[in-house]
């Protein structure tokens, strides 16, 4: 089988621990690349997450790169109230001995996409600080990829981080509108798709009995999220925002969407860092993404079951 080479952008939160859970998990897919970006917690977290993460589902081989430490412009937003102080809310992973590479994961992404030219995809799912940082320093590199994966947004619902806003879009909203600029081949996984995709908490119970390490942290982790879901997103059981978008590149059969013009406002106060989309309209301009709205979430549940069965 030839694998589908994956870069994944994070910052491991919760979900992108889930995102990674799966990745590693998966046959089909050969992680080539993991870095981490300041999002739901600052970079101090985020990178020793990423590394304990990449340990604990034995991808020891896998380079692990620091990106960006903060927006392209004004302040760290982060998202503790969700994924904790730390980014795993308190959980903690097995010691291990794995360090970061020394190059800065705009280099690495770049040095990956040109050793394998239109065969890498980027999953990114968090702040795309350090994607835009990697096009802006190399104007190739968007079309060395084969697709960018990109969880973010929310277009026809609410924001999650402000009214308007989803968390990462919010975060850099400069770094979103410029990877939408960039011309790369663009996947979008908005709230809009996210907040379909969700595990029940009868499909966790399943997967903690699972019994491997690796499948009760998932179920325990993002099982401690099942309230919050039903408040903030009114849905019974833990949205996988993350998951998503990694598994719109491994099987994006799973996943209904359209071509269509995307943008970001970056001036507006009140609606900084919002997706706007012709998707839904027929104000149509030239299209520059894909846009995911919706998942067949049966499918997506038995999916990642199975990955998580191969611990
Ligand atoms: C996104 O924001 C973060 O909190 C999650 O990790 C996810 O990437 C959802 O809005
Ligand atoms: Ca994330």
């Excluded at 320093?137 to 806003?165: F, R, Y």
């Excluded at 949205?239 to 943008?263: I, M, S, V």
């Excluded at 900084?272 to 993404?289: E, I, Q």
Aim: net charge negative.
């Amino acid at each position: 089988m030839d694998k589908k080479l994956l870069f994944i952008d994070c910052d491991p939160g919760i979900d992108d621990a889930a995102a990674l859970l799966l990745a590693a998990a998966a046959p089909e897919a050969e992680i080539i690349g993991v870095s981490a970006v300041a999002g739901n917690v600052p970079l101090e977290h985020t990178l020793p997450n990423a590394l304990a993460l990449t340990a604990f589902t034995h991808l020891d081989a896998v380079p692990v790169y620091a990106g960006a430490t903060r927006p392209l412009i004004g302040e760290v937003l982060t998202a503790a109230y969700v994924h904790g102080m730390d980014g795993l809310r308190g959980h903690t992973l097995p010691p291990h001995t794995r360090t970061a590479c020394p190059e800065p994961a705009w280099t690495a992404l770049h040095r990956a996409a040109a050793a394998y030219p239109g065969r890498v995809t980027l999953v990114a799912v968090g702040p795309l600080t350090s994607v835009a940082t990697a096009f802006s320093l190399h104007p190739d590199l968007p079309g060395l990829l084969k697709q960018v994966v990109i969880m973010g947004g929310a277009a026809a619902v609410p924001g999650n981080a402000s009214p308007a806003a989803e968390f990462n879009f919010l975060a850099d909203p400069e770094a979103a509108e410029a990877v939408l600029r960039s011309g790369a081949r663009l996947a979008l996984c908005p709230l809009d798709a996210t907040e379909k995709a969700y595990l029940t908490p009868e499909e966790l119970e399943t997967m903690a009995v699972l019994g491997s390490p690796q499948a009760r942290f998932f179920a325990q982790v993002m099982g401690e999220t099942v309230p919050w879901c039903r408040d903030n997103y009114g849905i019974h059981g833990a949205t996988l925002h993350d998951p998503a978008a990694l598994l719109y590149a491994l099987h994006p059969e799973l996943f209904t969407g359209k071509a269509c013009w995307a943008g970001v406002e970056t001036e507006a106060q009140l609606t900084r860092g919002k997706l706007f989309t012709d998707a839904f309209s027929d104000a149509k301009k030239d299209p520059n993404c894909t846009l995911l709205y919706d998942v067949d979430r049966p499918a997506f549940a038995r999916t990642i079951l199975d990955l998580m069965a191969c611990y």
